[in-house]
């Protein structure tokens, strides 16, 4: 049975940090193709959106602008299991918040999220002010 299962989330106020873990069960990320995993946010009364996104076995990264250099995602070494370190948290940043695999278009420079086949719950963040 396929899962991904997130957690991590909480309560912080403005400046701090969280980490956020997603594990995946019944498969191992970048198997069997060279694709990529990301991170997901809902923010209240919006759509769901990607905000980053790495390739399992290339490593290359994307961040969208509005959690680039705060967010870091990264991937243990069993490929099992995803983070998303989260520093400098802003009230924005405040929603629910999703893994997803697999993401075939993650590059260095774009990412384009489609056909995620497996998604995990979403861990809510709120950051108050």
């Known amino acids: 049975d396929v899962q991904l299962q997130a957690s991590g989330g909480g309560s912080v106020q403005t400046g701090g940090s969280l980490r956020l873990s997603c594990k995946a069960s019944?498969?191992?990320?970048?198997?069997?193709?060279?694709?990529?995993v990301g991170w997901f946010r809902q923010s209240p009364g919006k759509e769901r959106e990607g905000i980053a996104c790495?390739?399992?076995?290339?490593?290359?990264?994307y961040y969208e602008d509005s959690v680039k250099s705060r967010f870091t995602i990264t991937i243990n070494d069993a490929k099992d299991t995803m983070y998303l370190q989260m520093d400098n948290l802003k009230p924005e940043d405040t929603g629910v918040y999703y893994c997803a695999a697999p993401i075939s278009e993650c590059y260095d420079d774009y990412a384009y999220y489609y056909g995620m086949e497996y998604w995990g719950e979403g861990t809510q963040v709120t950051v108050s002010s």
């Open positions: 790495m390739r399992v076995r290339e490593g290359p990264t």
């Open positions: 019944g498969f191992t990320f970048g198997r069997p193709y060279d694709d990529g």
